[in-house]
């Protein structure tokens, strides 16, 4: 437990104030439902960046990765190596597309909703069930946020675990209900630079106390020579290919995870993209660098193993430093969790205001109402998360694992297609949704042989084989729809 606890909790204190306050500042901006979904789509490219990038990373990048890079070594690279593939890729193929396609799909504000736009689905079938599998996959994301949270202030004041997790939440919940998505979004601002700061500093810091690089490499390889092996597991044995699939197909997930597809839809215009991905790529290396450096660097620096490995970052920052800047660096934990937590909230929130409330019970809301029900919306989905990351045995890589595979097989496939293939229709599209969430909760109950590839794999793959043969084998967009796509891909 940290020493000087009353040094540590004024510093958060001050942290969760400021927090509060931008909050509190975003609430007077927000004005109707487009404000609070969306900021008015006005967010500039270095918001932009850095909130997609603290929204993406969450509690498991302080958490899960250093604990995965301390049990597993340099089999974490492959890790790294997808999820910047696929940040890169995610700023490249779909913001621009997707940012102008929402507007001119009746300037849609929820990946449902656009959806449904674009292939005119008067059904709502279409958008029900996408905004029903954003629920589910959404409460335990947002519960695995908390997981963490709870496990800081456990770690750190050596409060009940489950009495922390609830402090975690109402940390997170404080200032989403009032700003929303202008309040997330510059939060995050501030939350990204700090978990970066906070990743670079840490491990610095260790391997220097360890005598550098060197001597800390010496250490791992006397603990175990197998951790400094990129081609084999921690007892001597190949990976083999469904290994190293697995880990790089946590590159996948990005196409299709809504908090972070939000900000391409949020941002400023199209012209903005190339410099906020640059921003992005450049802090997710740097983040993803510092993250597996501290999971290396306690495996030397620790005189006997750890028990929570996910409580690695938080170790060393107790062992290195000062209470004050203690305080400071661990808030990037709690930076972390509020800003991957907020966003999911703020998603699923609109799910239940827009495409439920909205489109089936009160069609003709006013914007206020519509405002108020997606804040009551963040309440009730926060407490459905809260009630999941209760049980102290949660593992936080294990459910972001899991959330993340099922958006990205659910909509990575379905929103690259209708951003690129003129001959998609509305059915395909459902089929898309359908095949690859499903696949990714069958798979994830199967284990053995080639059901240890991350489901993620399969789920992509049989939505996109779904997207392309339901199309082809039932009719044609209708005109309007192929006139409105080509006008945007003209543009």
């Keep these: 437990m940290i020493e000087q606890q009353l040094a540590v909790g004024i510093t958060f204190f001050i942290y969760l104030a400021m927090m509060l306050g931008i909050g509190i500042w975003a609430y007077l901006k927000t004005s109707d439902l487009s404000d609070y979904l969306l900021g008015g789509r006005n ?12 929204s993406d990373m969450s509690g498991w990048l302080l958490l899960g990765l250093p604990g995965f890079a301390y049990a597993a070594g340099l089999e974490s690279i492959w890790i790294a190596l997808g999820l910047l593939a696929g940040t890169w890729l995610n700023w490249s193929i779909v913001a621009k597309r997707l940012r102008i396609y929402t507007k001119e799909a009746g300037d849609s504000l929820t990946i449902p909703e656009f959806l449904e736009n674009r292939f005119e689905d008067k059904t709502h079938v279409l958008r029900v069930i996408s905004a029903a599998f954003i629920l589910i996959f959404f409460l335990f994301y947002t519960s695995s946020g908390l997981v963490a949270g709870g496990k800081l202030f456990e770690t750190t004041f050596g409060l009940d675990y489950q009495f922390a997790v609830i402090i975690g939440a109402v940390a997170v919940v404080s200032y989403t209900l009032f700003g929303g998505f202008i309040a997330v979004s510059w939060t995050d601002v501030v939350q990204g630079l700090l978990m970066a700061a906070a990743l670079l500093i840490v491990p610095v810091v260790a391997m220097s106390v360890d005598g550098g690089w060197s001597a800390t490499r010496a250490g791992i390889a006397n603990t175990n020579p197998e951790l400094l092996n990129i081609w084999t597991s921690i007892d001597g044995k190949p990976l083999g290919a469904i290994a190293i699939l697995s880990l790089l197909g946590w590159g996948l997930g990005y196409f299709g995870q809504p908090h972070i597809l ?29 993250s597996l450096a501290c999971g290396l660097a306690s495996i030397t620096f620790f005189d006997t193993p750890l028990n929570d490995p996910e409580k690695a970052f938080m170790l060393l920052i107790n062992a290195l430093f000062h209470p004050v800047i ?54 009730i989905i926060a407490v459905a998360a809260t009630f999941i990351a209760l049980n102290p045995d949660s593992k936080v890589l294990d459910m972001v694992s899991y959330a993340w595979a099922g958006f990205g097989a659910a909509f990575g496939p379905t929103l690259i297609i209708s951003l690129y293939w003129r001959r998609m229709n509305g059915q395909g599209a459902l089929a898309g949704v359908i095949v690859g969430g499903c696949t990714v909760v069958i798979w994830k109950q199967l284990g053995g042989g080639i059901f240890d590839l991350y489901e993620i794999i399969p789920g992509f793959a049989l939505a996109a084989f779904a997207i392309v043969l339901v199309s082809l084998l039932t009719d044609k967009p209708s005109l309007s729809i192929r006139q409105r796509f080509d006008q945007v891909a003209g543009l």
């Design 326 to 379: 203690a305080g400071v660096l661990l808030a990037a934990i709690l930076a972390a969790v509020m800003s991957t937590a907020d966003s999911q909230l703020l998603v699923s929130s609109s799910a239940l205001a827009d495409d439920f409330y909205k489109a089936f019970f009160r069609q003709q809301a006013s914007q206020k109402e519509l405002v108020n029900v997606g804040r009551g919306a963040v309440v």
């Design 43 to 54: 967010l500039g490219p270095l918001p932009s960046a850095l909130s997609a990038g603290a």
């Design 262 to 290: 939000a900000r391409f839809k949020a941002i400023r215009s199209p012209e903005d993209i190339p410099t906020a991905r640059r921003i992005a790529v450049s802090w997710t290396a740097l983040a993803l660098l510092g």
